[in-house]
Every structure is written in C-alpha cells, then in structure tokens.
C-alpha cells in the first residue's frame, strides 16, 4: 500500500454526528498534515502535527497522532452539511528528499 | 486577493494538441507544485520548483514541461496531448526555503480541468 492510506474511503452520517477517519503510513515522518477538498474546489489546509506532537485541535477538528503505530487520526465533531468534502491525510516521510505524499482521501457525506 | 491562482478553470481540447496551464501564487512562497488528479482523486505529485529550480520530477512523461520564469509562476505546458491526459491539475505552493524540503503547508490553487477528445 502506498503512504498515507486512508480509512474508511467513504463516510456517510447524520448532521450533528462526529465523523472519524484515519491514516496509516509507512516510513517515519516530518509531520502529518490533513487537508479538505470541497467538489470542483483546490484542497485547504486543516491542520499540520509534527512528529513530536500527538494532539492537536483546530475549533471542531481533532487530530491524533500515533508515530509508534505510524497513524493518524481526523476527528470532526458535530458535523455540518457543509463539512461533505473529500479528506486527505499527508505524509512528510523523513528522508534525504523530503517531499509531501497524499493519500487516496475519504469522501464524507453529512446528511441533513 | 487569490493566494494561488491559476487560468484557465477549464480546458477542452483535441488530441494532439498542444496547451499550456498557468500558475501565480502571491503569497511570496519559495516553492511551487504541480499535482495530477485522476477521475479517482488521487493526487500525484508532477514537478516541484524552489526558486525557479526544478527539485521534483516524478517520472512525468517529456511532453510535459514546467517552466518558472520568476519564484511567484509556474507555468506547464503540455505537448502532443494523449486522452489519458484528461485530469484536473492543480498548482500549489509553500514556504518551503530549504532546496530539498517540502514539508510545509501547501496553499492550492483552484485546479484546472482539463478535457482531451
């Protein structure tokens, strides 16, 4: 699998219910950042956490990151329709030629 | 004001052709990307540029060719276009100052949807 993968690649819940998804990656890390792509938009950056970090929250955001099980977690709490989007989780893995590597992404739905 | 803009939003052309896309970002970034997404939405890296000097290029057929004539554009252009070419390119950039690093936060542009017949 490829770095930075994941999980569940589709989510579907009620407006007001939290919405979790997660990354998995492979190599060790510089950071972990999550962004949000809305249909037919660029992405937007939501949150960056460092490798040294293993919480970060952002208003309704909480990210989670586990270096030891090489994951992260995106949590959004009481979702809005207007948090369906597309997210992606991206990966800074620690070597000689450092670049950003993305995910696959979770498409979310907020039903009204 | 636009952070990262790009032009045009759409792009509908014939095989065989040849099209350029153009970046501008006014943030005062180092560094500048170029993405692919498919149909699927998996975003792949093209090129990056740091100060007008090409550091990534992921195994991107010749025809396509970015060009930065200052640190704030950063132009592609796509020879002899083929149907797989069909995406939505999106250009990005990020403080990143250090020539091999690219780690900080990308500020994406609103992508171009390109359409090959």
Same mark, same amino acid.
């Given at each position: 699998?490829?770095?930075?993968? +994941?999980?569940?690649?589709?989510?579907?819940?009620? +407006?007001?219910? /939290?919405?979790?998804?997660?990354?998995?990656?492979?190599?060790?890390?510089?950071?972990?950042?999550?962004?949000?792509?809305?249909?037919?938009?660029? #992405?937007?950056? #939501? &949150?960056? &956490?460092?490798? /040294?970090?293993?919480? $970060?929250?952002?208003?309704?955001?909480?990210?989670?990151? @586990?270096?030891?099980?090489?994951?992260?977690?995106?949590? &959004?709490?009481?979702?809005?329709?207007?948090?369906?989007?597309?997210?992606?989780?991206?990966?800074?893995?620690?070597?000689?030629?450092?670049?950003?590597?993305?995910?696959?992404?979770?498409?979310?739905?907020?039903?009204? | @004001?636009?952070?990262?803009?790009?032009?045009? $939003?759409?792009?509908?052309?014939?095989?065989? /052709? @040849?099209?350029?896309?153009?970046?501008?970002? /006014? #943030?005062? !970034?180092?560094?500048?990307?170029? %993405? $692919?997404?498919?149909? $699927?939405?998996?975003?792949?890296?093209?090129?990056?540029?740091?100060?007008?000097?090409?550091?990534?290029?992921?195994?991107?057929?010749?025809?396509?060719?970015?060009?930065?004539?200052?640190?704030?554009?950063?132009?592609? !252009?796509?020879?002899?276009?083929?149907?797989?070419?069909?995406?939505? %390119?999106?250009?990005?950039?990020?403080?990143?100052?250090?020539?091999?690093?690219?780690?900080?936060?990308?500020?994406?542009?609103?992508?171009?949807?390109?359409?090959? #017949?």
């Amino acid at each position: 699998s490829q770095q930075g993968e +994941e999980d569940p690649q589709a989510l579907s819940i009620q +407006e007001g219910e /939290n919405a979790t998804m997660n990354c998995s990656y492979k190599t060790s890390i510089n950071n972990l950042q999550w962004y949000r792509q809305n249909s037919g938009r660029g #992405l937007v950056h #939501l &949150i960056l &956490i460092r490798s /040294n970090e293993r919480e $970060k929250h952002s208003g309704r955001l909480r990210v989670t990151l @586990d270096t030891s099980k090489k994951s992260s977690s995106l949590l &959004i709490t009481a979702s809005r329709a207007a948090d369906t989007a597309s997210y992606f989780c991206a990966t800074a893995p620690k070597t000689s030629y450092d670049k950003v590597i993305f995910g696959p992404g979770t498409s979310l739905s907020v039903i009204p | @004001d636009t952070a990262v803009s790009q032009t045009p $939003k759409y792009l509908v052309t014939q095989m065989g /052709n @040849d099209k350029s896309i153009k970046c501008e970002q /006014n #943030l005062g !970034h180092d560094t500048m990307y170029w %993405y $692919k997404q498919d149909s $699927k939405k998996f975003l792949k890296i093209m090129f990056s540029y740091n100060n007008k000097e090409l550091i990534i290029n992921e195994t991107v057929p010749n025809r396509f060719s970015p060009k930065s004539p200052d640190k704030a554009h950063l132009n592609l !252009h796509i020879n002899s276009l083929e149907l797989g070419d069909s995406a939505v %390119y999106f250009c990005a950039s990020s403080q990143d100052s250090a020539r091999w690093t690219s780690t900080d936060t990308q500020y994406f542009g609103p992508g171009t949807r390109l359409t090959v #017949l």
